[in-house]
């Protein structure tokens, strides 16, 4: 594939309404926090069995853990907290779905490629739209709730981990082959990308798994040296803030980072002073998701 993609009139004119409809090193224990209570989804694998569970981050421990035998490649919480939107994973009847946490509710929203691999989705911080990096045409998409439709944008290409601005008008995401990943964020109104992060900043080693910021102001990402780090929007005050870490997710009020490293579900306050433990997650393998509590 060449990666030089044709952006059809059609295309641009489909994201532009719906971005216009949408946007209106010493280790401690957690102690209390503002965000100290969330809700956490993540998977991983017991005897090459997967296993997915949601946990509650409750003081220095999780508490409440408990399985989630509808998933089969953990899930994304809405950003109310009340949903999972989720890949069935399944070479019949694939598609993207959304149920309650309990499983209740479950609805279909789009049909997936049966030969493609599990896909993590990412909602819009408004809950009308969720997102997904397709491998057949290595593109992101967008998916309108309502009514199901499905938009591809191909000047986001060769698109895999991302995130949506808290306006819903950008979305943050990985992009590249292996060797030249770097991180780029694509205007919705205009499908235009610009370059935040990549070989201009972290030459040959590759960055990935970006995150937005509830605040609008800041993304957190990782490196191929496995370090943590947070760049502003406009891709100045670029910082490290944590070692080995992996699938950064801001909290729900945006005053720290959560990570995994070796197994543990980290913490680290966004000005980077001091990881904070706050425990191991009985499985581990996968990435996860945060949301809050109602």
Sequence with gaps: MSGRIRVCSRTVTAVAVIVTVAIAASTRRVRGADDDKMRVVFYGYVDRQARNATAVIEGSRLTKVMDLAFLRAGGEISPDGQRIAFDTCARADRGIRIAQLDGRDDRRVVALHHDEPCRALRWSRDATRLSYASVVDLQLHVVQL?????????????????????????????????????????????????????AAQFGGCEVWAPDWSPAGD????????????????????????????????WSVDG?????????????VPADGKGVQEVGRLPYHGGPFSVGPIQ
């Design 146 to 198: 309502d009514t199901s439709v499905d938009t591809p944008l191909p000047a986001a290409s060769w698109a895999s981990w991302h995130s949506w601005s808290p306006a819903g008008d950008a979305i943050v995401y990985e992009t590249g082959r292996g060797g030249s990943r770097r991180i780029d964020i694509i205007d919705l109104a205009t499908s235009n990308p610009r370059s935040l992060v990549g």
């Design 255 to 267: 005053k720290s980072v959560l990570f995994i490293s070796r197994g543990r579900l980290m913490r």
């Design 218 to 249: 800041r993304i957190a990402f990782t490196s191929c040296d496995q370090k943590l780090y947070i760049v502003n929007t406009d891709g100045t005050g670029l910082r490290p803030v944590a070692a080995s870490a992996y699938a950064p997710r």
